[in-house]
């Protein structure tokens, strides 16, 4: 059973003004990433599937920078706790990436990013195409389910599997 702080949001902050989703996502560490977002210039706030406390301990004890900035963080005075259904789709697989299988023929970045548009705090943070495959890296798991459903309602999707991959997050070593 995962601790209450396993579920507590972590806020950065000291971030440049240029610091992107992708930067954001090239330092967590530790641990399945639920959701994070940069609310405002500067500030952006996380929430890890265990893993919380490593990946404070790691920005505490190193210097941390982006694009020239160090990075600093505390604990959120908000707990954030992922619904019971979100930790169910975790336990089956769900991260906050996902491959569209045989998309790479049809399907191009931006395509992908005019058909999730409309869902409200989904970030597109990256689309990669490999092979004939489409990988897709979003900013939270529950929008990242989402998102899966609404395409595959859209003729483009039509016959194209999606499934998950793993959260680069959760497997990238606690060291700098």
Known sequence: MLQPRE??????????GLTTCKDLVGIFRGGLVLEFHIDRPGFAW????????????????????LHNEKVKIRWDDRDYRPSNHVLRKVEYG???????????????????????EHIHGL??????????????S????HHADYAKTCMTSRLSYKRLKMEWYPDECATRPMHA
């Not at 579920?7 to 440049?16: G, K």
């Not at 996380?46 to 920078?65: C, K, M, P, W």
């Not at 979003?138 to 798991?141: A, D, G, P």
């Open 7 to 16: 579920f507590a949001m972590i806020r950065l902050f000291n971030l440049s």
């Open 46 to 65: 996380v929430s890890f599937l265990g893993g919380g406390r490593e990946f404070f301990t790691f920005i505490t004890q190193n210097d941390v920078y």
């Open 94 to 116: 769900a991260s906050r990436n996902f491959i569209i299988r045989d998309g790479a023929p049809r399907l191009t970045e931006q395509m992908i990013r005019d058909d999730t």
């Open 123 to 136: 970030v597109i943070v990256d689309v990669t195409f490999k092979d004939n495959d489409v990988y897709v």
């Open 138 to 141: 979003t900013n939270s798991v």
